[in-house]
């Protein structure tokens, strides 16, 4: 469990670091913010990652598979409380399962982890986002935007409704 004091060192990170979670695509300002937010709370490179996939990631997945995804940005405060009271151990609402995180962890891997980890490491912003492509991120198709409502949610009724009898 986290002190109070490391809770708001955290907070601001887990603001910047909910925006890689947005439906959008990531600008220098977003690079920026989450650079600023790592600096100021004193994380290393390899910190940082950490609180991105094991408590950033399981709170913010949930935007990656939604039909019609955030875009416009998380409110930083809301964000901070979401991963704060997460970190605390509280029941979060909307947090996925840890089976549906490895595709989502995987492509957050690959297309934002090198140049996030260039721009940590101290090359300016600019330079990181034109040093080469991002990769593009695996194209949703309709069986895996509508995954959910098809096959997990329906298996989920029935395993519910046969625990019930």
């Known amino acids: 469990?986290?002190?109070q004091d490391e809770l708001e060192r955290r907070g601001p990170l887990?603001?910047?670091?909910a925006d890689?979670?947005?439906?959008?695509e990531m600008d220098a300002s977003h690079y920026r913010a989450i650079?600023?937010?790592?600096?100021?709370?004193?994380?290393?490179?390899?910190q940082v990652r950490t609180i991105l996939l094991d408590e950033v990631l399981p709170m913010f997945a949930f935007n990656a598979i939604d039909i019609a995804g955030e875009w416009a940005g998380f409110d930083p405060d809301w964000a901070a409380a979401r991963v704060?009271?997460?970190?605390?151990g509280k029941?979060?609402?909307?947090?996925?399962?840890?089976?549906?995180?490895?595709?989502i962890r995987r492509s957050i891997l690959r297309s934002e982890w090198p140049r996030l980890e260039r721009i940590l490491a101290g090359e300016e912003i600019e330079q990181a986002m034109a040093?080469?492509?991002?990769?593009k991120p695996p194209s949703r198709s309709v069986f895996e935007r509508f995954f959910w409502w098809i096959v997990l949610i329906p298996l989920a009724a029935v395993l519910i409704w046969s625990l019930m009898k």
């Open 1 to 3: 469990m986290l002190s």
């Open 14 to 17: 887990w603001a910047a670091l």
């Open 20 to 24: 890689l979670f947005l439906d959008t």
């Open 35 to 46: 650079r600023d937010a790592a600096r100021s709370g004193g994380f290393d490179t390899a």
């Open 84 to 88: 704060g009271d997460y970190a605390a």
């Open 91 to 103: 029941k979060v609402d909307g947090k996925l399962p840890p089976f549906t995180l490895g595709w």
């Open 131 to 135: 040093a080469e492509p991002r990769p």
